[in-house]
Nanobody
Framework: QVQLVESGGGLVQAGGSLRLSCAAS????????MAWFRQAPGKEREFVAA????????YYADSVKGRFTISRDNAKNTVYLEMNSLNAEDTAVYYC???????????????WGQGTQVTVSS
């Protein structure tokens, strides 16, 4: 079992930046690949970014590539999502998730956080 708690969401103006954090507790954090997903109002939850257990491999949705950066600190049991050049289309609840192997498919993830709201004002 692993418990995930996101933080760092909030209200930001278009063009601004935010950094989300996801703190993990429970079993060894480095045993899990991690990912961020998001769900905008009235839309399906979608993949944002993923990172391998060691942090050596990262994957991004085309919509965020070049603007968002996923990283992890296994010593701190935390995964981050640095978000730059935010626009209104980035407004969503952002969730972190964990599973044994890296995947972009949400239905394969075993553990989820409660989500953190990101609102971008235009």
């Amino acid at each position: 079992q692993v418990q995930l708690v996101e933080s760092g969401g909030g209200l930001v103006q278009a063009g601004g930046s935010l950094r989300l954090s996801c703190a993990a507790s429970g079993r060894t954090f480095s045993s899990y690949a991690m990912a961020w997903f998001r769900q905008a109002p009235g839309k399906e939850r979608e993949f944002v970014a993923a990172i391998s257990r060691s942090g050596g491999n990262t994957y991004y949705a085309d919509s965020v590539k070049g603007r968002f950066t996923i990283s992890r600190d296994n010593a701190k049991n935390t995964v981050y999502l640095e978000m730059n050049s935010l626009n209104a289309e980035d407004t969503a609840v952002y969730y972190c998730a964990a599973r044994a192997e890296t995947s972009t498919w949400q239905y394969t993830y075993d553990y989820w956080g409660q989500g953190t709201q990101v609102t971008v004002s235009s």
